[in-house]
């Protein structure tokens, strides 16, 4: 088996299995109970925070509130921040190429009264800054670009568009789930207020994410209940999760640099091969894009052929746009963003990289997709 599909789900680190084991057999205890067993499953939870605000360089651990998945960080942080400040306005934008749970929540707000504004992107998928300038208005109370894309890889300009944002007395939402632990992220340096991050996309298990609330930022809870979490996500803590989060999280932290330097050679060469299809593309930014990530699109065939061709065939996993919009028959709207026909859009083909690949699996990947692609080109009606 050849998997290529991390950015949708990652497999569990060995080693952070190994560590947060014990807080599903030993160490069971409630985080709220006062009495020994709940207190050491409380500092598990606290070294966690450390953890992670040390991931993404945050000066205070208590600005990490932990929730049960991206999904609901990225609610917490558009619903709970546009709600809680609407006195100040009721404009939001996010970029064209932001992922559905931060499309969705930003709709929502759409239909309780908000205006909501969509940023334009180039042809590789980078926010067109000009756009966001004319577009904030003293209205405006929140913006949200993603680090990066999950689809194309594109990382965007984000101290640029933290400087327009701030400039115009709103806050910046950024969904970071795709980068964290892949590229440096300094909330402090890039000027972000609110950070969204996933358990799993950092090796960890699933379960547990968490949202960065920067200095001085205002937010309502989106699901009250007993107060967990500062008050802002109630609900007793998933402590294997969320144990299991922060050691991946140091661990990210600390091999980094080596990881990615190793992916991205493999991403490079991956990316040389399958270009030498005829008709194959590569979509994103050529350099500015995330070093483990891969995408590419091939005219007159269907993503979801080649994704299930591939499996079946050759045991090689990819994905086809965003796995949380993979059953809609729709093209993917980060495609069409970027300027890609609803032909275009059908021929996507996504390869993301993890700790399992080698360079070894380049040219298996690649004569794979030759003889796929071929295949399916010549029983295609186009």
Request: with cysteine.
């Amino acid at each position: 088996m050849v998997y290529l599909d991390h950015a949708s789900a990652m497999p569990v680190d060995p080693r952070v299995l190994a560590f947060a084991r014990r807080y599903l057999e030993e160490e069971f205890g409630n985080p709220s109970s006062l009495y020994d067993r709940g207190l050491s499953v409380r500092r598990a939870v606290e070294a966690a925070r450390g953890q992670v605000a040390a991931l993404i360089r945050a000066a205070d651990q208590r600005k990490i509130v932990f929730t049960g998945s991206a999904t609901e960080s990225n609610n917490l942080a558009i619903r709970g921040t546009a709600l809680r400040n609407r006195k100040k306005g009721k404009k939001v934008l996010v970029s064209a190429v932001e992922h559905i749970s931060v499309m969705n929540p930003a709709k929502d707000l759409q239909k309780q009264g908000f205006e909501l504004g969509f940023i334009p992107v180039d042809r590789y998928g980078t926010v067109d800054l000009a756009a966001l300038e004319a577009e904030l208005t003293p209205e405006t109370v929140l913006v949200s670009v993603n680090y990066a894309n999950d689809e194309i890889g594109t990382v965007e300009p984000m101290r640029e568009v933290s400087r327009l944002v701030h400039g115009a007395g709103a806050y910046l939402h950024v969904n970071a789930t795709a980068a964290a632990g892949r590229v440096l992220i300094d909330v402090q340096e890039d000027g972000i207020d609110l950070l969204t991050l996933s358990g799993n996309d950092l090796g960890g298990p699933r379960g547990a994410a968490a949202l960065y609330v920067g200095p001085g930022v205002k937010v309502q809870s989106v699901m009250p209940g007993g107060g967990q979490e500062r008050g802002l996500r109630s609900g007793t803590e998933n402590v294997f999760a969320i144990a299991g989060m922060g050691e991946a999280a140091r661990l990210a932290a600390e091999e980094m640099a080596e990881e990615m330097a190793r992916e991205q050679a493999i991403r490079d060469r991956l990316i040389r091969e399958v270009l030498e299809i005829e008709e194959a593309a590569l979509t994103g930014h050529p350099t500015a894009r995330l070093p483990h990530h891969a995408s590419f699109r091939f005219s007159r065939i269907e993503g979801e052929s080649i994704l299930l061709n591939l499996d079946t065939f050759f045991d090689i996993q990819v994905a086809t746009g965003s796995a949380c919009s993979s059953r809609t028959l729709e093209p993917s709207h980060v495609l069409l963003a970027i300027g890609l026909t609803h032909e275009q859009a059908h021929g996507s083909v996504v390869m993301t990289l993890g700790r399992s690949n080698t360079v070894a699996d380049v040219q298996y990947v690649a004569d794979a997709m030759r003889e796929t692609v071929g295949r399916l080109r010549g029983i295609s009606p186009l």
